[in-house]
Each structure stands twice: as C-alpha cells, then as structure tokens.
C-alpha cells in the first residue's frame, strides 16, 4: 500500500507539472519525464529491497501512461486523467 501510494504521489506530482489543469502538452511531459525518470530509474536500480522498489514506479508510468491515453486519443469510455487515474490505481 505504502509504494502504490508514492507512486501515485509521483505520478501525479509528474502529471501536474506537465499539464496543469489542463491535458498536457507533449513537450512538456517529455521535458518533465525526461527529468524525473533518471532518479526514478537509479531508485528502482539500486534500491535493496527491489520488490518494494518496483510498485512505485510501476503505478507512476500506469499513471502518466492512461492519463496521456485518455486525454489524446478519442475512445469510448475514458477514465479521464491525472487524479481520476490515480485513484482508480
């Protein structure tokens, strides 16, 4: 619970950097991912206990990943993004 937690903080704290209110602008995501993924990847590489480590990162990409999807590409049904992702996670 405690890594799906910190994830969703870093996805959404990622999430809304990029994007504000708003649905985000590629370049800005790109900008900020390209930023916060080198430290989320160092934790995930040398962090000891690595099954503790993988859930935070897992749920941050799931968050970005489906908030990204729902707000460009026309669907069906849509989760919608940033928070109404997270807290489906």
Do not use: K
């Not at 890594?3 to 708003?22: D, E, H, K, P, Q």
């Not at 590629?26 to 900020?32: D, M």
Request: hydrophobic share 55%; charged share 5%.
């Amino acid at each position: 619970m405690f890594g799906t937690f910190i994830g969703a903080v870093a996805g959404l704290l990622i999430w809304t950097i990029a994007a504000g209110t708003g649905i985000a602008n590629p370049y800005a995501l790109a900008a900020t991912c390209a930023v916060a993924f080198p430290m989320l990847f160092y934790v995930r590489s040398y962090y000891q206990p690595p099954v503790s480590a993988i859930l935070p990162i897992v749920t941050t990409m799931l968050i970005i990943g489906y908030s990204w999807q729902d707000s460009h590409q026309p669907a069906l049904s849509s989760v919608g993004w940033g928070w109404e992702v997270a807290w489906r996670r």
